[in-house]
């Protein structure tokens, strides 16, 4: 499910931001530019699963004790960058502003390639992003987290496509609340998580194994951390049946620190 979400904000973002780069262009009468809008969504999606390949690549060269280092790292930075992003996003109250002075810019070069290259690059930054936070979450290849991130780019286009025709209203504010909830209780999870990795490995010390312990005994339990709502809940919001000292503390930190940053940012624009 956190794949849905990861992919559907990412992808909305970014067919945002093409939408309004379109729409500007349509205003100022350069229609003719649009060809390198296409252009530059094409070669952003290229590079991005280029991109997806080398850290694939790299992260399957790993094994042991170093595969659990690499994926505890790659899970904390991927906790920081969404927080990052989140807290990044609600300060962004005049984007479209922002994105047509870049059009403006890229338009008095006299060229399209100011063009080409600001959509390559907006589209290439979302899909790394959708890299590294699916790599951090999907450590396990499954099937159904897959269908999750397929769904979630077709209906991030298409609300995107759906906003910038203006064939329905819809309330990005909102939209946008409501998956920063759900990314913030995710990268709390994941932080922890990551910490649980480098305990593995032996990197951090363990302190206290389990600060509590309310799996089942029967793993096949639904409420077992491995179980069908079990592993629900640990997948979209890092629950643990039975969690060290430090993998609670690390969630307390990143969730409160993550909610007061994105609160403060809302409150000052």
Not at 55 to 81: D, P, Q, Y
Not at 134 to 157: H, V
Not at 164 to 179: P, Q
């Amino acid at each position: 499910m956190i794949s849905f979400v990861i992919t559907f904000r990412e992808t909305l973002e970014a067919a945002l931001i093409v939408g309004i780069i379109c729409a500007y262009l349509t205003k100022t009468k350069n229609q003719h530019y649009k060809k390198h809008v296409n252009i530059g969504i094409i070669s952003g999606i290229f590079l991005s699963i280029i991109g997806a390949i080398i850290f694939n690549a790299i992260a399957g060269g790993f094994e042991g004790k170093a595969e659990e280092i690499f994926e505890g790292i790659t899970m904390i930075i991927g906790a920081l960058l969404i927080a990052t992003v989140i807290s990044w996003m609600s300060t962004k109250k005049n984007i479209t502003q922002e994105i047509t002075n870049k059009v403006d810019h890229a338009l008095k070069t006299g060229t399209a390639l100011g063009i080409l290259f600001l959509v390559t690059i907006s589209i290439l930054r979302e899909g790394i992003e959708t890299v590294i936070f699916l790599n951090a979450a999907m450590t396990n290849l499954d099937f159904n987290q897959i269908i999750f991130a397929l769904l979630g780019i077709i209906i991030g286009a298409f609300t995107g496509f759906v906003v910038y025709k203006g064939l329905y209203k819809v309330n990005l504010k909102t939209l946008f609340n409501i998956s920063s909830v759900l990314l913030i209780l995710f990268s709390a999870g994941l932080f922890a998580h990551g910490i649980h990795e480098l305990q593995e490995a032996g990197v951090i010390p363990v302190i206290i194994e389990h600060v509590w312990d309310i799996n089942p005994a029967d793993k096949t339990h639904p409420f077992h951390e491995n179980g069908l709502i079990g592993s629900f809940l640990k997948t979209l919001f890092g629950y643990n049946g039975n969690p060290s000292l430090l993998e609670v503390l690390s969630y307390i930190f990143m969730l409160l620190s993550t909610i007061f940053i994105w609160k403060r940012k809302n409150l000052r624009s």
